[in-house]
């Protein structure tokens, strides 16, 4: 079943709606303002994020950017009458997937949560890494050595995942700062090479394995 966060301060408009995607096997947590969606999305991260742009407390585009922040593979419908081409600009620059204008049909909808759904499981099918004697499993944000297991945040399999998909080759810097933490500045950098260190003292079992600091430009993942 299809987890759907869906964010409209309509109250009549969000009934019929999440009544329609029920109906249809969806699986609906409504939520009336952005703080509240912000909440609810890191309490329990859906499969998709239907959302508003014009809501109470926190708008949709800033919804949008606070959860890409922290996720950048859960799909962002927009689903709202803001229908200025600068409007759905801003939104796809802002991480979108898509962008419905209202009015609507419930039909039109149901297909598009479906297609986007659809390929997120596509590009998240046997997402297993082996890294030396490691396998980092990025659904379940685990890296496991052996019997053992260890709980990665969202960070630090992303980071994990990206130096090895690069392996031997430097990531610099900048490049991981502005995927993961859209942010430059130096409590950032510190922030950085935590994670690298807690990566490193994760995969120490394996002794060919390497993450190598390319000091002021980026990281280099090696396995002997």
Do not use: C
Not at 31 to 43: D, M, P, Q, T, Y
Not at 58 to 83: H, N
Not at 173 to 190: C, K, P, S, V
């Amino acid at each position: 079943m299809v987890d759907v966060l869906y964010i409209e301060d309509e109250t009549s408009l969000a009934l019929i709606v999440a009544d329609s995607l029920e109906a249809h096997g969806f699986r609906v947590n409504h939520k009336e303002n952005g703080r509240e969606a912000l909440v609810a999305f890191k309490h329990r991260k859906p499969d998709i994020v239907v959302l508003d742009v014009m809501m109470p407390q926190m708008d949709g585009f800033t919804l949008a950017q606070e959860i890409r922040k922290v996720d950048l593979s859960t799909p962002i419908l927009f689903l709202t009458a803001m229908t200025q081409t600068e409007d759905v600009v801003k939104g796809f620059h802002l991480g979108a997937n898509d962008y419905v204008r209202k009015p609507f049909k419930i039909e039109e909808l149901i297909v598009r949560i479906e297609s986007l759904t659809k390929k997120v499981i596509t590009a998240t099918t046997a997402k297993q890494f082996a890294i030396g004697h490691y396998v980092l499993d990025t659904i379940k944000s685990t890296l496991t050595f052996g019997d053992e297991q260890e709980k990665l945040s969202f960070r630090e399999t992303e980071l994990l995942r990206r130096l090895f998909e690069h392996k031997d080759e430097v990531v610099p810097r900048e490049e991981i700062i502005r995927a993961y933490w859209n942010d430059d500045t130096y409590f950032t950098g510190r922030s950085l090479d935590v994670f690298i260190s807690r990566i490193r003292k994760y995969l120490s079992k394996d002794e060919r394995i390497k993450i190598t600091n390319i000091r002021s430009i980026g990281y280099m993942l090696t396995i002997d």
